[in-house]
């Protein structure tokens, strides 16, 4: 019995990589325009102070990047790179992030005027306020995010340092303390837990695909059936086993079934569900392909979330059954 699978194969870490990169991409979009918003209202805040030029310039640069990196995300889903692929759109992504995040670290240099604490608050609000927000748009991602934290951060903590001052100074320290605190704790904590729950999704797919594989590769015929009676499941050896020809769509209904009807197995599979006691019959079957054959099968309640899956396992015993000896079918308990 497999109880679980403490590490993902190769090709599933791949995989994992690969899901974190497209979360990376999915969050762009909205994060990039609101960079662009927040740029232009900066702008606004700072038109009095600074010369137009260097705003304009500064914010058209912003836009073009900005515009150069949408592009890149718009590529990335019309392409949709395979798993393996991840990391070259990554490193294009993450140099697109670094430019972007040194037009903002620019900013908190040159936008902080001095003799006018008001307006530079703004710029500190703007650049921690991006910063912190980016913690969400890069969380999977979690080298990204610590790129773009400290090139954002970094210049406008060291410059504050560097005025000498003890209020600087201590501006300056506080910075650095915000910018280790996001990349060691929120970001890793936010980090984290996207990365377990898609490493649990893809555990339970890998999973999935491990049963799936055992199912087709035994030889005994497995279907599973819906308390109403639709079919779910059918393996590759029940369609060998019931002369399913190729092609043609196994969905059927055991309730309607009149083989099921006839032998009395309806009642016994509501029964099992019922119950959840398995039960072993032995019994002809006349399939609805038309083919006439005797089986031995076992059959079993499963639990789906909070509904019953009737799961029967059979084998063909024509070989060693003749009809015409035989009276009634056999029923008994496991």
């Not at 037009?103 to 703004?122: E, K, S, T, Y």
């Not at 912190?132 to 410059?159: D, H, K, N």
């Not at 996001?182 to 339970?204: D, G, H, K, Y």
Request: neutral net charge; proline residues 4%.
């Amino acid at each position: 019995m497999f109880s679980t699978l403490e590490n993902l194969s190769s090709n599933t870490e791949t995989a994992l990589f690969a899901r974190c990169v497209d979360l990376l991409f999915a969050h762009a979009r909205p994060a990039l325009l609101i960079a662009l918003l927040v740029g232009a209202v900066f702008v606004g805040l700072m038109w009095k102070v600074f010369p137009h030029s260097w705003l304009l310039l500064w914010w058209s640069t912003i836009a073009v990047v900005s515009a150069l990196r949408l592009w890149h995300v718009s590529a990335y889903f019309r392409i949709q790179p395979v798993p393996s692929a991840a990391k070259s759109w990554m490193i294009q992504y993450e140099v697109g992030s670094a430019l972007a995040a040194a037009l903002w670290g620019v900013a908190g240099v040159i936008f902080m005027p001095d003799n006018q604490p008001l307006h530079q608050v703004f710029t500190l609000m703007m650049l921690t306020g991006l910063s912190a927000a980016a913690a969400t748009t890069y969380s999977s991602v979690l080298w990204a995010y610590r790129i773009f934290l400290w090139i954002t951060m970094a210049p406008v903590g060291f410059m504050m340092i560097f005025r000498g001052d003890a209020d600087h100074m201590a501006v300056g320290g506080v910075i650095f303390i915000f910018i280790l605190m996001m990349s060691q704790r929120a970001a890793v904590m936010a980090n984290t837990t996207i990365i377990e729950s898609i490493r649990n999704s893809l555990r339970v797919t890998e999973l999935l695909k491990l049963n799936e594989s055992i199912i087709n590769h035994t030889d005994a015929g497995t279907i599973a059936y819906k308390l109403t009676g639709e079919s779910v499941l059918m393996n590759d050896a029940a369609t060998k086993i019931l002369n399913i020809p190729e092609g043609l769509d196994v969905r059927h209904n055991f309730r309607t079934n009149p083989s099921f009807q006839k032998y009395g197995l309806v009642e016994i599979a509501d029964k099992v569900m019922t119950t959840g006691v398995e039960k072993s019959v032995e019994l002809p079957m006349h399939t609805i392909y038309g083919y006439d054959i005797w089986i031995a099968a076992k059959l079993h309640r499963i639990i789906q979330g909070d509904q019953p899956i009737l799961l029967i396992v059979f084998n063909e015993i024509s070989p060693h059954r003749h009809p015409e000896n035989v009276s009634k079918v056999t029923s008994d308990s496991v």
